[in-house]
Structure formats: C-alpha cells, structure tokens
C-alpha cells in the first residue's frame, strides 16, 4: 500500500550548488564581491568591515560558520534585490552544462527542481529564479548567531525529508559532489548521483551503497 502510494506521488530532483551546480564556489565569489557592492551603495564602512571579516577568516581568527554569519548580516542590511539578481546571474557563468543538462533531463520527465544547499538563501533563491526551478533548501539567516545553522550534512538531510513529507513529494534523484552530503546519500544511496568524485571520494560513497556517477569534462 505505501509503495503504491510512492509511486503516485511527484518525484523531486534536489542538486547541491558548489561543485555541482556550479563548478565555482558560490561563497567565494560573494567575498569577491561583496566590498565592491558595497562601496557602490556607499557604505565604505561596511566594505572595510565586510574586509576585516574576510581577513580574519584568512587568519583563522574565526571559522567559516562565523565569517558568513557576519557577511551577511551585512550584505542584508544595505543589498538591494537587483544586486542578489546582479550576483546570482554573475555565479551563473560557471554553471556546470552536464549537470544542468542532467537536471533538466529530470524537469522534463515531470519532476520538481529544487536547489538544496549550505550556500546562502539570499543569493540561492535567484539562481533558482533564474533557471526557473521550484524553490531551494538553503542556509536561512538569523539574527542571533547561535541560532545561524548551514544546511549541510545531517541538517540538510532533515530539511529535504521534512520538504517532501511536508510537500507531498517522493525522492527522484539527488545531485551532489560533496561528502557534507553522505548523510543524504545515506538515505537514497540507489537514488544519489555523484558529479565527478575522485577516486577517495567515490570510495567513500561507495560505502554506503552509491554507485551512480556523471563524469564532466
């Protein structure tokens, strides 16, 4: 009775964003960015802050979670929508053809298109716009840091199992390069697609039944 209900329900695609999605990392070019469209909005300030973070990450004064916490932070208090739209669309230019290729393929067997990342909300939910995909899981800001958690690993697991109970969905495929997502993978071993691993990485997917691969030039 509940596979055949399975069977009835829309399937879903989820696709990681950084090495999948994406050949670039999305985070760095958002700390590329970010003093420059600050200055543009004139908040000098802000840019020499936005730096000082940076260069504190760079130290290893503080960690990745902190620094992007802080970022943005920043980035939400003086960013207008046309400069997340203006960043999304820069991002885009390292899009990965073969795996938009492959997700598109997805699309046009009738399923849902979601991005499922630990990048940042404000800049996913665009791309996603852009590609006219269904909607994200992405790391969603809050304004206490203790409570700021990034949607990898077993939080973005929660968050895609929770998305297609919630949205009555079945899992159709997911998309990722990133052992972050083995909890994922865990779950939908026959069901996870993984985007050029190297041989240690395979191996580590492997483990936990993964077997499906899509090689990119």
């Known amino acids: ?19 999948t999605l994406l050949t670039a990392n999305s985070m760095h070019v958002f700390m590329r960015r970010l003093p420059g469209m600050l200055l ?9 802050g936005s730096l000082w973070w ?15 916490w802080h970022l943005t932070k920043t ?17 885009l230019k390292s899009i990965n053809p073969r795996v938009r290729e492959l997700v598109e393929s997805r699309r046009d067997l009738g399923c849902k298109i979601y991005i499922a990342t630990a990048a ?3 800049y996913t939910l665009p791309i996603c716009n852009i590609l006219g995909y269904d ?3 992405a790391t969603e800001f809050s304004d206490e840091m203790g409570n700021y958690e990034e949607k990898k690993g077993y939080a973005k ?4 199992e929770n998305f297609l109970s919630t949205e009555g969905l079945r899992l159709e495929s997911f998309i990722t390069d990133h052992t972050d997502d083995i909890p994922t993978a865990s779950a939908f071993p026959g069901l996870t697609i993984l985007v050029n691993p190297t041989r240690k990485i395979a191996d580590q997917f492997r483990e936990i039944g993964v077997t499906r691969y899509l090689r990119c030039e």
């Open 135 to 137: 909607g994200v899981i």
């Open 40 to 48: 543009k909005r004139r908040s000098p300030g802000a840019a020499v």
């Open 54 to 68: 940076i260069f504190m990450r760079c130290l290893g004064v503080i960690d990745h979670r902190n620094m992007k």
């Open 75 to 91: 980035a939400r208090k003086i960013l207008h929508e046309s400069d997340w739209n203006s960043l999304a669309q820069s991002m």
């Open 1 to 19: 009775m509940v596979e055949r209900l399975q069977e009835t329900l829309k399937g879903a695609t989820f696709v990681d964003l950084d090495g």
């Open 157 to 160: 697991h929660d968050g895609i």
């Open 120 to 122: 940042m909300e404000e």
